[in-house]
């Protein structure tokens, strides 16, 4: 039954999704399977007593374990697949400034405030740093989508390049925390020193950040060679070579401890970059749309439960409604404070080694695009704060938990609805500039003055 009712969500979201988002001002296609995500809810709330109080509850609550196995992995690897290679390479200094550094920056930022400001009373530092690494992940697909890359390629290249690094980033963050926290807590227990945290989380984060694009980018070799090797010459057998191997790669990395996202990530771009020439072009077509459907659905799937677990009574039962309200207002405005802190600095630096200089308008764009949090924030803060679903949650922990679930909502739902107009209205002026430009490299439109040869135009 809730199988079913998640296919007539996400078929009714495809229908709909998309017409809505293009008519509409303030919807994309994100916030869109949101809100549906959060009617749908409601309506499940309202008619329980019909349903069932178990089954509502069931429906309602995020899997986190089924969103790293099975929704996360086509997404991340059709961002490696669909890189444009000559772009992203020219900005990657850019992008590891904004993705690696700024990413560290803000959870640096959110962490030391968290703990100076709220932690000596309410948490533990171990929680302060795993809600700063948990909101570090951005979400910039509202603004991707307002963005165009053919009158914009270089904006668009750092914003993409960046959101899919900072996921990245964020994901090895939190697993450096958490392996830190357990190191820190058997040596409490055994009565060592308890003045290491800092440290480790700087060994692990740095030990899982080269391990896992080591495996990311021999993996991706790896397909290469075997594609090469086996001389394959049916689509069908090409796509389920590159499908299981680079699969088998992002479970290797969660096996062995390692970032299955950034070793998926770095996969998915060493395969568009050598694997997909030792396919056929039927391979090649079916490769890139076999993903790109497959992420399409898995994006759909994600935000439509981002919505309907905002709304699970569990968790709000179990957290301090005052103290989330107000946590939730500290948080948002952090967010913006932390990103302004490394974007203004960052940007003044990328216009002194770069030749695409970015305009103060292009330093908002680049801000704005990384205000808003997803379902990667939600996935993470259930992953550090819920690792066992069956066990009662402490009030803390739960507090944190609806905290992190409300301030998506706000970013999806509040920043994506400001997107589509607050950018267009920015950029217009660029955009009219960028199509003057192309016009005039066509010779039929160029403006002669009168008695002036070709060679003055």
């Given at each position: 039954?809730?199988?079913?009712?998640?296919?007539?969500?996400?078929?009714?979201?495809?229908?709909?999704?998309?017409?809505?988002?293009?008519?509409?001002?303030?919807?994309?296609?994100?916030?869109?399977?949101?809100?549906l995500g959060l009617a749908t809810g409601l309506v499940l709330l309202v008619f329980h007593h019909y349903t069932g109080w178990s089954w509502v509850t069931?429906?309602?609550?995020?899997?986190?374990?089924?969103?790293?196995?099975?929704?996360?992995?086509?997404?991340?690897?059709?961002?490696?697949?669909?890189?444009?290679?000559?772009?992203?390479?020219?900005?990657?200094?850019?992008?590891?400034?904004?993705?690696?550094?700024?990413?560290?920056?803000?959870?640096?930022?959110?962490?030391?405030?968290?703990?100076?400001?709220?932690?000596?009373?309410?948490?533990?530092?171990?929680?302060?740093?795993?809600?700063?690494?948990?909101?570090?992940?951005?979400?910039?697909?509202?603004?991707?989508?307002?963005?165009?890359?053919?009158?914009?390629?270089?904006?668009?290249?750092?914003?993409?390049?960046?959101?899919?690094?900072?996921?990245?980033?964020?994901?090895?963050?939190?697993?450096?925390?958490?392996?830190?926290?357990?190191?820190?807590?058997?040596?409490?227990?055994?009565?060592?020193?308890?003045?290491?945290?800092?440290?480790?989380?700087?060994?692990?984060?740095?030990?899982?950040?080269?391990?896992?694009?080591?495996?990311?980018?021999?993996?991706?070799?790896?397909?290469?060679?075997?594609?090469?090797?086996?001389?394959?010459?049916?689509?069908?057998?090409?796509?389920?070579?590159?499908?299981?191997?680079?699969?088998?790669?992002?479970?290797?990395?969660?096996?062995?401890?390692?970032?299955?996202?950034?070793?998926?990530?770095?996969?998915?771009?060493?395969?568009?970059?050598?694997?997909?020439?030792?396919?056929?072009?039927?391979?090649?077509?079916?490769?890139?749309?076999?993903f790109r459907t497959a992420s399409y659905l898995a994006e759909g799937i994600i935000f439509l439960y981002v919505g309907m677990d905002a709304l699970d009574?569990?968790?709000?039962?179990?957290?301090?409604?005052?103290?989330?309200?107000?946590?939730?207002?500290?948080?948002?405005?952090?967010?913006?404070?932390?990103?302004?802190?490394?974007?203004?600095?960052?940007?003044?630096?990328?216009?002194?080694?770069?030749?695409?200089?970015?305009?103060?308008?292009?330093?908002?764009?680049?801000?704005?695009?990384?205000?808003?949090?997803?379902?990667?924030?939600?996935?993470?803060?259930?992953?550090?704060?819920?690792?066992?679903?069956?066990?009662?949650?402490?009030?803390?922990?739960?507090?944190?938990?609806?905290?992190?679930?409300?301030?998506?909502?706000?970013?999806?739902?509040?920043?994506?609805?400001?997107?589509?107009?607050?950018?267009?209205?920015?950029?217009?002026?660029?955009?009219?500039?960028?199509?003057?430009?192309?016009?005039?490299?066509?010779?039929?439109?160029?403006?002669?003055?009168?008695?002036?040869?070709?060679?003055?135009?």
């Amino acid at each position: 039954m809730s199988t079913c009712v998640l296919v007539v969500l996400v078929m009714a979201w495809c229908l709909g999704g998309h017409h809505l988002a293009k008519r509409s001002r303030h919807f994309t296609e994100g916030s869109a399977a949101c809100a549906l995500g959060l009617a749908t809810g409601l309506v499940l709330l309202v008619f329980h007593h019909y349903t069932g109080w178990s089954w509502v509850t069931n429906l309602l609550e995020f899997n986190a374990a089924g969103f790293f196995t099975w929704l996360l992995p086509p997404v991340i690897f059709y961002c490696g697949l669909s890189v444009e290679h000559e772009r992203f390479f020219y900005a990657l200094p850019s992008i590891l400034l904004y993705g690696v550094f700024g990413t560290l920056a803000s959870f640096a930022i959110i962490s030391l405030f968290m703990y100076g400001a709220l932690g000596f009373a309410l948490f533990k530092l171990e929680d302060c740093l795993a809600m700063g690494a948990i909101f570090a992940a951005t979400d910039s697909v509202a603004t991707l989508q307002v963005l165009d890359r053919n009158t914009m390629p270089g904006l668009f290249s750092l914003v993409f390049g960046e959101g899919v690094v900072n996921d990245a980033v964020s994901v090895v963050l939190l697993g450096a925390v958490a392996n830190t926290a357990r190191a820190h807590e058997a040596a409490a227990a055994g009565g060592a020193a308890k003045d290491t945290i800092a440290g480790g989380v700087v060994f692990n984060f740095v030990y899982l950040l080269v391990l896992s694009l080591l495996l990311g980018a021999a993996s991706g070799l790896g397909i290469a060679v075997a594609l090469r090797r086996l001389m394959l010459t049916e689509a069908h057998q090409e796509l389920a070579v590159i499908t299981l191997l680079s699969y088998f790669s992002y479970l290797l990395a969660d096996v062995t401890g390692l970032s299955g996202i950034l070793a998926l990530f770095v996969c998915g771009v060493v395969v568009s970059h050598y694997a997909l020439n030792n396919v056929s072009e039927e391979g090649q077509a079916a490769t890139l749309t076999s993903f790109r459907t497959a992420s399409y659905l898995a994006e759909g799937i994600i935000f439509l439960y981002v919505g309907m677990d905002a709304l699970d009574p569990l968790k709000w039962q179990g957290a301090n409604a005052a103290e989330a309200v107000w946590l939730v207002l500290v948080l948002t405005a952090l967010l913006a404070a932390a990103r302004a802190a490394f974007v203004v600095p960052f940007s003044l630096l990328h216009n002194i080694w770069s030749a695409d200089k970015l305009s103060s308008r292009d330093i908002v764009v680049v801000w704005w695009a990384g205000l808003m949090r997803g379902a990667v924030s939600v996935a993470l803060v259930y992953y550090y704060f819920d690792d066992n679903p069956r066990q009662v949650l402490d009030r803390s922990r739960a507090t944190l938990i609806v905290s992190t679930l409300m301030v998506v909502m706000i970013s999806i739902l509040g920043f994506g609805a400001l997107t589509k107009p607050l950018l267009a209205a920015m950029l217009k002026g660029e955009r009219e500039a960028s199509l003057r430009d192309q016009l005039r490299t066509i010779p039929l439109l160029r403006w002669v003055k009168p008695g002036a040869t070709s060679t003055e135009m």
